[in-house]
């Protein structure tokens, strides 16, 4: 009835309240489409650790024999242990270790082999 009344010609009026909301609705759809844009464009998170060569299989031939020393040490009173120790030593491949764990530095080498020889000194 108001608009009938105030507009005869029955076009929309605005008030200033309605564009205030307006133009605070379209700066946070603004804000929200540069968070998502941002959000795209962000790389995923990747750890490098910069500045380490990358492992030679001889290395990690000799790498692998001293980890494995190293734990027969900490644990010489265990025997079965050390029996472990020695078979996982003894059916070491270092090519298939390599495949499975390319472009290893000598950081990520210690990682794995931590994982790998846990459960064999539990």
């Given at each position: 009835m108001f608009n009938s009344v105030n507009n005869?010609?029955?076009?929309?009026?605005?008030?200033?309240?309605?564009?205030?909301?307006?133009?605070?609705?379209?700066?946070?759809?603004?804000?929200?489409?540069?968070?998502?844009?941002?959000?795209?464009?962000d790389e995923k998170d990747e750890v490098k650790i910069g500045g380490l060569?990358?492992?030679?299989?001889?290395?990690?031939?000799a790498m692998t024999n001293n980890y494995i020393a190293n734990l027969k040490s900490e644990h010489s009173s265990e025997p079965k242990i050390i029996e472990k120790l020695d078979k996982f030593l003894t059916?070491?491949?270092?090519?298939?270790?390599?495949?499975?764990?390319?472009?290893?530095?000598s950081a990520d080498f210690h990682m794995v082999m931590f994982n790998e020889t846990v459960n064999l000194i539990k």
């Amino acid at each position: 009835m108001f608009n009938s009344v105030n507009n005869p010609f029955g076009q929309r009026i605005e008030s200033a309240l309605s564009t205030g909301q307006e133009k605070r609705q379209h700066q946070q759809e603004q804000q929200k489409e540069e968070e998502k844009r941002y959000l795209e464009n962000d790389e995923k998170d990747e750890v490098k650790i910069g500045g380490l060569p990358i492992l030679t299989e001889e290395e990690i031939a000799a790498m692998t024999n001293n980890y494995i020393a190293n734990l027969k040490s900490e644990h010489s009173s265990e025997p079965k242990i050390i029996e472990k120790l020695d078979k996982f030593l003894t059916k070491f491949d270092v090519k298939k270790f390599m495949k499975q764990n390319p472009n290893m530095t000598s950081a990520d080498f210690h990682m794995v082999m931590f994982n790998e020889t846990v459960n064999l000194i539990k």
